[in-house]
């Protein structure tokens, strides 16, 4: 079976680089044993080398946007999203990731600097109004989770112009407006 590194949606394409994560979201298609986004596999059979990421991506410039997303939390291989992103802004694309803003955690110091080298926009899951909520509905397995997410998504724009965070309406004791006023 061929893996599938790239995939397209609507004008974006989608990288997929990792199905690894510190968090298990109860609501997350990847917990409950579903691989499968609009009809793309996501399995992932082996990690994919920065060269076979750029291999997949054919002229970045021809969609609106190319995001680090997938079933996994791409952050987690910092260096291969960085070359890849690098490589994509090189050719005149615009990328975007997706995160669980726990990159600084993990990586333990400020990546920021960094990825607003080479990245256009981040998406940040906030998910929750408070860290009880986050715990029930993220499920992480750092310790500091919550607080590091936070600052993370205040420090973000010093470094990239355009951040945004989600949240999943209609989880159980999610405020959406309290995760707005946040
Ligand atoms: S961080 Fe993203 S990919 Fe990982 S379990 Fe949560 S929703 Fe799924």
């Not at 596999?41 to 970045?60: F, K, M, Q």
Request: aromatic share 6%.
């Amino acid at each position: 079976m061929a893996q599938q590194i790239s995939y397209q949606i609507d004008n974006n394409l989608y990288l997929s680089i990792t199905d690894r994560c510190t968090l298990e979201c109860v609501f997350c298609p990847k917990t409950l044993g579903d691989m499968t986004v609009k009809g793309y596999d996501l399995t992932i059979i082996h990690r994919p080398t920065e060269e076979e990421v750029i291999a997949s991506i054919d002229d970045p410039t021809q969609y609106e946007e190319v995001v680090f997303c997938g079933y996994g939390e791409p952050t987690l291989r910092l260096n291969v999203l960085l070359e890849v992103a690098r490589h994509i802004k090189q050719q005149g694309g615009r990328v975007r990731v997706n995160t669980d803003g726990l990159c600084n955690l993990v990586h333990k110091h400020n990546t920021l600097p960094e990825l607003g080298e080479c990245v256009d926009s981040l998406s940040i899951s906030l998910n929750a109004q408070n860290q009880e909520i986050y715990d029930l509905h993220c499920r992480p397995n750092l310790p500091g989770s919550y607080e590091a997410m936070l600052d993370f998504t205040r420090e973000a724009p010093s470094y990239i112009a355009d951040v945004t965070v989600s949240a999943v309406d209609g989880l159980e004791g999610l405020d959406i407006p309290a995760c707005k006023a946040i």
